[in-house]
């Protein structure tokens, strides 16, 4: 079965400081999403990739899909506290099932 | 947009009673729904896919007697856990597919049994 694999677990970032988020499949993604959550909270919609070498940006966010569609990437810059939270990468298996990495756990320090 | 509306917000049971959370389809039809749960600081966790009309698909490791799950209209996913125990408290979540736009998730329900 695919397995999501999502590194750092937790992070803790200096306020201003650009951070990046990695998610690696044991196999090919057919799609990969990327969520916010703050526990026990429901989960704010990011961006999708679909594409090999896609690149998408909103606001200080972007995340990247790898040409080979097995990983990607969430970088942030300038962080605020505002983008504290949890940050999930989920992947649709053929079936459409939607399945998550381990999260992120980030931490932006004032 | 497309919004699922998830009911309960919180809830807090005696054990072995049952509860039921359910997840309305605002707008849009949900042929598919899937349900999640999450425990503190972890991801979250597959455990059924909902399909309007059929039996639900459990996941390895999900008693599907315990965690029964209706689908019987185009708009309405009912999850039920039965008999429940302190160890079911957490956090579920439940989550429509909209095919090319993607997914969209209910605002979850925080369970605690007591």
């Known amino acids: 079965s695919q397995e999501l694999e999502q590194s750092p677990q937790s992070l803790i970032v200096q306020e201003g400081k650009n951070l990046t988020i990695n998610c690696t499949s044991s196999k090919t993604l057919y799609g990969l999403y990327w969520y916010k959550q703050k526990y026990g909270e429901g989960l704010i919609f990011l961006m999708m990739?679909?594409?090999?070498?896609e690149e998408k940006s909103h606001e200080k966010i972007t995340a990247k899909l790898d040409e080979k569609k097995q990983q990607s990437s969430l970088h942030i810059t300038a962080s605020q506290p505002s983008h504290a939270g949890i940050y999930l990468c989920?992947?649709?298996?053929?079936?459409?099932?939607?399945?998550f990495g381990q999260g992120t756990e980030l931490s932006v320090k004032p | 947009g497309a919004v699922v509306s998830q009911h309960p917000s919180r809830v807090i049971c005696k054990s072995g009673t049952s509860v039921k959370i359910e997840c309305r389809s605002l707008?849009?039809?949900?042929?598919?729904m899937f349900w999640y749960r999450q425990f503190p600081k972890q991801s979250l966790m597959l455990m059924a896919t909902s399909n309007e009309g059929s039996k639900a698909t459990y996941e390895q490791g999900v008693e599907k007697d315990k965690f029964l799950i209706n689908h019987a209209s185009l708009t309405l996913s009912t999850l039920t856990v039965t008999s429940a125990h302190p160890e079911d408290s957490s956090f579920y979540i439940c989550?429509?597919?909209?095919?090319?736009?993607?997914?969209?998730f209910g605002s979850g329900t925080r369970l605690t049994v007591v």
């Open positions: 707008d849009f039809q949900a042929t598919t």
């Open positions: 989920g992947a649709a298996n053929q079936g459409g099932k939607l399945i």
């Open positions: 990739l679909q594409k090999g070498g």
């Open positions: 989550s429509a597919d909209r095919g090319v736009y993607g997914y969209t």
